[in-house]
């Protein structure tokens, strides 16, 4: 028969027992010791739980703290990179801008270089030019003086104004008015009225070189060939350089001459238009000196 074993009850309770003081372990069996035991560790690994998540909690709460003012700094630093960016832009803009100026002012050069190439060659030419002119005006001077020459052997010196009165006629207008009406009127085939206002500009001695030229004309064309030649004389008196009807003046002259006989004369006065001149009247001049 199998004898029963002795419960064994618990008089205290092991958890309440203050396990520091030695004797109280005499009352708990081994088991109860070690329970207790793992229950004060647990306690301690309760605390230092408690303890964790509290440092947890203060270090979630440092890093949220830390988080917001990295994606501050974060959004600075963007907002300084999205900047840098614009400027950027704006630099490479510039930058372009800056090539496409250097570019144009490279070819602002270049065109200001040909210009002073072509300004260059342009006052050669002028200067060129005006050792010619100087020449020709030094030639045309000395025919001029010949053909005087030859006018004065011709009955001796004569005064245009002297030759045809004009009418006692008031005319109220200026020297300067009256010579313009004056070419009008010789252009549109009225030699009366164009005389009569230049030969009063001639004798207030307003451009005298072309009143007496256009005198000589009017003359020329009424077949007045001595009071024609008369007044060319005067005109290259006045003024014995080229100007713009010296050409047609001189062939007209030529002209005169021939008509009154003086082949001489005229032959002289072709050859210098010739020489001196290449336009119309110099190729008509040409013509007449085939037939003298």
Do not use: C, W
Request: aromatic share 8%; net charge positive.
């Amino acid at each position: 028969m199998v004898s029963a074993l002795p419960v064994v009850l618990l008089a205290v309770d092991p958890f309440s027992i203050n396990l520091n003081n030695p004797s109280n372990l005499n009352v708990l069996t081994p088991q109860e010791r070690a329970i207790v035991k793992n229950r004060e560790k647990i306690l301690k690994l309760e605390d230092q739980l408690a303890q964790l998540a509290q440092q947890f909690k203060q270090q979630k709460i440092l890093l949220n703290s830390r988080l917001t003012d990295d994606e501050e700094k974060l959004q600075a630093i963007k907002n300084q990179l999205d900047g840098i960016n614009s400027t950027l832009v704006d630099f490479t803009s510039a930058k372009l801008q800056v090539e496409t100026n250097t570019q144009a002012i490279q070819q602002l050069k270049t065109q200001l270089n040909q210009l002073q190439n072509r300004v260059t060659a342009l006052e050669k030419g002028v200067k060129k030019l005006a050792e010619t002119q100087d020449q020709n005006f030094k030639i045309l001077k000395e025919t001029m003086q010949q053909i005087l020459n030859q006018l004065a052997q011709i009955g001796g010196k004569v005064t245009p104004a002297g030759n045809v009165t004009p009418p006692e006629v008031e005319i109220k207008l200026s020297p300067r008015q009256a010579f313009r009406k004056a070419k009008r009127l010789f252009a549109d085939g009225n030699l009366e009225g164009a005389e009569r206002l230049f030969l009063y500009v001639y004798n207030k001695n307003y451009m005298p070189a072309t009143t007496a030229y256009y005198l000589g004309e009017i003359n020329f064309e009424r077949g007045k060939y001595k009071e024609a030649i008369a007044f060319y004389k005067e005109s290259l008196t006045r003024y014995p350089k080229k100007l713009s009807f010296t050409s047609r003046m001189l062939y007209h002259l030529g002209m005169a001459f021939k008509e009154l006989g003086y082949t001489d004369k005229a032959k002289l006065t072709f050859k210098k238009l010739v020489r001196d001149f290449n336009d119309k009247y110099s190729r008509l001049a040409k013509e007449q000196l085939k037939n003298l």
